[in-house]
């Protein structure tokens, strides 16, 4: 187990599988797929940064790494996964068995270059704000602050730019700070991206401007598409040089100032806003990281992206609409989103989201956006709520608190052989390179052995799915006692200080003889209950139809409980959410690492109290009692609970009494503890303090295993509780599981 740990943190990658089956047949009788979470940037203090270009086998271009084997004698390596001899450039020529390079040593299996030479040609990052201003004058004022909060925390090199919109969309001119200036686009209608940058006046030179001239460190950038730097420069600026401009702008812009019928929703052209947006980076910065940070404040009732009509009478779609095929405006909505999808990946941009509305605004149909173009989504009741309002700081911080945000990277897998990719789920976009890796079973972005991540930070992980080739292996080779494979990640991306890089991971793993089906028809919670079956009766210790023979390895032990806390998640069953709340979970849980996606599945509970030290609970409805506090880290929400006699004692204030120090420092305790977890999280989840009985005790209480309800033998302890639920316990589904697993 401590080797497993540390190829993890050295490597950033977990394996379903870390001994693989020799064949096809086999690896469809292991049940749970061949698949690796990777986190491309995870951090590694340990790990080189090399200032110079990688060596390449000659054959496959896979990387020189610590697999390889070298004659030090003839400066000769082979590559491990063609086997392909190459011959070292002349400037290795003085390395030998006591003078390796850092690309060889066994503990450096990650690795990074610095690919680009002078740091100040390096591109700055670009951030273009686009701002809902349907939204009343209290929620205005929030985002507003958030805003002029966000500026002072940009790098001073950073390149900002505005848009609002409501009825219309407004690009802001933020080079003229002596007089605003406003290009104004009509919600309704869809235009273009030429006619975009035609209204703008960027589709030529301009009198008065230098051509080739630069901009942003970017050389030639003032030249791309026939744009000058000063016309770039007009919408796109420093952040230092236009921090008075976009307070000014700040201070005097106001709500949408289109009338809004009394039985009539605001009009919203969200989705014109978003293309003004793209086709603006697109013909100003092209190819270099950007980001545009959509804060949308109610759902897109005009033009493109429409997913409700301006009547109040017609509802906002919901699952049922969407299961019944009753959402009119759904697919056109999805369509725009995937072409604008297309457009940023292909310009190597980012759309990150705020949602902040007590109604839906669309985020199921932005999905598709988002998620392609690897950018962050929160989701939240108002722009005045900490979710948005911390999560919305974070992504400016610096040092220990920065997400590491990284800009147009692309990302590509390397196999041995006998290795087939099937696909990635997570933030990225294929870009269609087949190869002989390429599996003939497609799961995700497949068919491709490269894929665009146009934004991803130190958490981004992808789900990359593999299949066994069905070539013919030797006996002996498959007996062999040092018979591998090896699947080496580049990440090749843009780093936050500008700098292109290139990480490369290699890893190994083992083949096996030995066992280890496919389905037919999808039904998510069925699914789930069949794969759980297999894997029991599969890998579990027991005598044909005797459950009280079952036992399962201790490597298994906690999978049934797992799937048990799945099914029911908001991830599985979609009731009393709506598909927006949906998608946003989805998303988050596609692009988190292992240990924050079983938390989202599986919260972690932890008990207070004067008898012991903090200590993990069951996630029982047992684990409830009077004289205790307990803390529930859902990922999403963390949740702190009093007991019942704890929260009188609170209520009465003993905490403020010095005799009742004990107290208060197990008061304390809980919050501290949450306010780390707030900390490090992002999203920032929401935090719920509540006491038993309460009315928000519901966020503990629907996470808990119902062990006790109101129609069940067992009566709570003196202290404790029941749930009013009719959900069955773990203790009944692992009963059911038991039987089903044994029989005949």
Wanted: net charge negative.
């Amino acid at each position: 187990m401590a080797d497993f740990l540390e190829m993890e943190s050295r490597d950033g990658i977990r394996m379903t599988w870390n001994v693989w089956p020799s064949s096809k047949i086999e690896s469809s009788k292991c049940v749970i797929p061949l698949a690796a979470v990777y986190s491309p940037l995870r951090t590694a203090p340990e790990m080189p940064v090399l200032p110079y270009p990688p060596l390449r086998c000659k054959s496959c271009l896979c990387i020189l790494n610590p697999y390889s084997r070298v004659d030090y004698t003839a400066k000769i390596w082979l590559c491990p996964f063609c086997y392909q001899r190459n011959h070292f450039p002349q400037h290795y020529a003085m390395i030998n068995e006591s003078n390796v390079p850092a690309e060889l040593f066994p503990q450096y299996t990650t690795i990074e270059y610095a690919i680009s030479g002078d740091r100040a040609s390096n591109p700055n990052p670009v951030f273009l704000f686009v701002l809902d201003t349907c939204v009343i004058e209290e929620e205005l004022g929030y985002v507003k602050s958030a805003l002029r909060q966000a500026i002072t925390l940009l790098p001073e090199n950073a390149l900002v730019g505005l848009i609002t919109f409501g009825t219309q969309v407004h690009v802001h001119e933020l080079g003229f700070a002596d007089l605003f200036k406003t290009y104004v686009f009509r919600g309704s209608k869809e235009i273009s991206k030429e006619q975009i940058l035609d209204q703008l006046g960027l589709t030529g030179p301009r009198p008065g401007f230098p051509k080739g001239a630069t901009v942003g460190g970017m050389p030639g950038a003032g030249a791309l598409n026939g744009i000058t730097a000063g016309g770039i420069n007009r919408f796109l600026l420093a952040a230092s040089d236009c921090e008075y401009t976009l307070n000014s702008l700040l201070d005097e812009l106001q709500r949408d100032q289109w009338p809004v019928g009394a039985n009539s929703r605001a009009m919203r052209c969200t989705g014109m806003a978003l293309s003004v947006a793209a086709g603006l980076l697109g013909a100003c910065v092209p190819g270099t990281g950007a980001r545009i940070l959509a804060l949308v404040g109610g759902p897109c009732t005009e033009g493109p992206g429409m997913i409700v009509s301006k009547d109040l009478s017609e509802p906002v779609r919901s699952h049922k609409d969407l299961d019944k095929d009753a959402a009119p405006h759904y697919h056109k909505a999805i369509k725009f989103y995937d072409s604008l999808a297309k457009q940023l990946v292909n310009q190597g941009h980012v759309l990150d989201l705020f949602a902040c509305a007590l109604d839906q605004v669309g985020v199921a149909e932005m999905k598709v956006a988002v998620e392609r173009t690897g950018g962050l989504v929160v989701l939240a009741e108002s722009f005045g709520h900490s979710v948005f309002k911390d999560s919305f700081k974070r992504i400016f911080e610096a040092g220990n608190q920065s997400l590491g945000l990284s800009f147009n990277g692309t990302f590509e897998i390397n196999c041995s052989k006998d290795v087939k990719i099937q696909g990635i789920i997570g933030p990225c976009s294929s870009l269609e390179k087949k190869g002989p890796s390429c599996a003939d079973i497609v799961i995700g972005q497949g068919n491709t052995t490269s894929w665009k991540m146009c934004g991803l930070d130190k958490n981004t992980s992808l789900t990359v799915f593999f299949d066994v080739a069905p070539s013919e292996r030797s006996s002996s080779a498959l007996q062999a006692a040092n018979q591998q494979l090896f699947i080496q990640f580049l990440t090749h991306y843009q780093h936050s200080d500008g700098q292109m890089r290139l990480r490369v991971t290699t890893i190994t793993r083992t083949w096996v003889e030995g066992s280890a089906t496919t389905e037919e028809e999808f039904n998510a919670t069925r699914w789930l209950d069949r794969c759980l079956i297999r894997v029991c009766s599969r890998f579990g210790d027991y005598r044909k139809d005797d459950v009280s023979s079952f036992s399962l390895n201790s490597s298994f032990a906690i999978l049934p409980q797992f799937i048990f806390n799945l099914r029911r998640s908001q991830f599985v069953q979609v009731f009393n959410n709506s598909p927006d709340e949906t998608a946003y979970f989805r998303m988050l849980l596609n692009r988190e690492n292992v240990n924050n996606s079983v938390v989202m599945i599986q919260p972690s509970l932890i008990s207070y109290s004067f008898n012991a030290p903090p200590e993990p609970a069951l996630l029982d409805v047992a684990s409830i009692s009077a004289d205790r506090i307990l803390l529930l880290d859902a990922y999403f929400s963390v949740v702190v609970f009093h007991g019942m006699t704890i929260a009188q004692w609170r209520n009465m204030g003993y905490h403020n009494q010095p005799e009742h120090q004990a107290f208060a420092q197990l008061l304390q305790a809980p919050h501290d503890d949450a306010q780390a977890i707030i900390k490090e999280r992002f999203p920032v989840p929401r935090l719920v303090v509540c006491d038993q009985h309460g009315s928000q005790a519901r966020f503990l209480l629907a996470k808990l295993n119902p062990s006790a309800t109101y129609n069940s033998a067992n009566e709570a302890p003196p202290g404790g509780d029941i749930i009013f639920t009719d959900d069955v316990s773990l203790q009944v589904f692992v009963e059911h599981l038991q039987r089903l697993a044994v029989q005949s």
